[in-house]
Structures are given as C-alpha cells and as structure tokens.
C-alpha cells in the first residue's frame, strides 16, 4: 500500500448481525464473474471512462472478475480499486468492462479509514510499523466505530476516521 496511514477494511455492515458475511460477498462475487465472464466490451465505454468510474476489472493473480473503480488510466492501463476487498491493481484495457445496473444494488464491501487522531501533516509511519499494523488487520474480524465520515480526494468512496 502507498498510505499506510490510511487503509481500506472489508466489510458487511447489512448481515453483522447474522454472521453470514462470507456467503453475502460469495454470492456478489459470483454475480459479477458471471457478468465479466459474459457480453462484449463496449469501446465508446471505454473511451468514457475516467476517474472514480465503476467498472468491472479482471484481477490478475486469480484470473476472475471483480467490482472495481477507476484510479488512473495511462494509455491501455488502468489503476483500479477493487471496491469488495480494498487492494488495487493494474489492468489492461481488455480486462475493464461495465457494470450492469442490477451490481450496483449492493454498495461496496469496503470502506477506506483513518485512524482517530492521526494527523497526516505531522509525519507518515515507517515502513516496518505499517507493516505490524497490517498483520493485525488482514484477514481478521475488527469493530470499529466510525467518528466521522468525508470525502476522499481521489475516489468516490468516503473515507471514516474510526477508533477500536
């Protein structure tokens, strides 16, 4: 990650109370491979597309389509956010296609936070201290209450500041 000082969490706000989170986000993702598997690339799309546009973007390591938000394009190559999980990556233009209204029924599965009283102008963490903090994020359970909600400067998600 290029800001460790600001990170995105993967959530299921709509099914905490029933402990069903997995099969909730199993479910979108075979919604979506289903959808990127099927119909053509649009070019006039394409051509459309630009900062914080919802696409569908092959991941690379795994092959499979995911729920994604353009970062960056630079000439056949986006930076996008996959907005279910919080990574990004890179894709070629062959790898972007358009979402179908009926995925935009279920907001994103991940939220960008801040830690509670961390000032940015001040200093950014060290790399090895990011790397700490990770471990104990990744891959497990965390509640948090978020403090306040904004905007964030370069995608349409909002970012939370939150505390444990």
């Known amino acids: 990650m290029e800001n460790p000082e600001k990170t995105y969490s993967c959530t299921f706000m709509e099914d905490y109370q029933n402990h069903d989170n997995s099969a909730v986000l199993d479910e979108l993702s075979k919604l979506v491979e289903q959808a990127g ?3 053509e690339q649009d ?10 546009s919802p696409c569908l973007a092959l991941f690379p390591d795994d ?8 970062m960056c394009r630079t000439g056949n190559m986006f930076s996008v956010l996959f907005i279910d999980y919080g990574n990004e990556g890179e894709v070629d233009v062959s790898g972007v296609k358009a979402v179908p209204h009926f995925l935009f029924e279920t907001p994103p599965k991940a939220f960008l936070c801040t830690l509670e009283g961390f000032d940015e102008s001040k200093g950014v963490w060290e790399e090895s201290v990011f790397d700490e903090f990770h471990k104990l994020l990744v891959d497990k359970a ?10 964030n400067l370069y995608m349409a998600i909002p970012q939370y500041a939150v505390k444990k």
Do not use: F, I, K, M
């Not at 948090?144 to 904004?150: E, I, K, N, Q, S």
């Open 37 to 39: 598997r099927s119909g």
């Open 43 to 52: 070019p006039t799309w394409l051509e459309s597309l630009h900062l914080s």
């Open 63 to 70: 092959n499979l389509w995911y729920r994604a938000q353009v």
């Open 142 to 151: 965390l509640c948090v209450t978020p403090l306040d909600a904004g905007d």
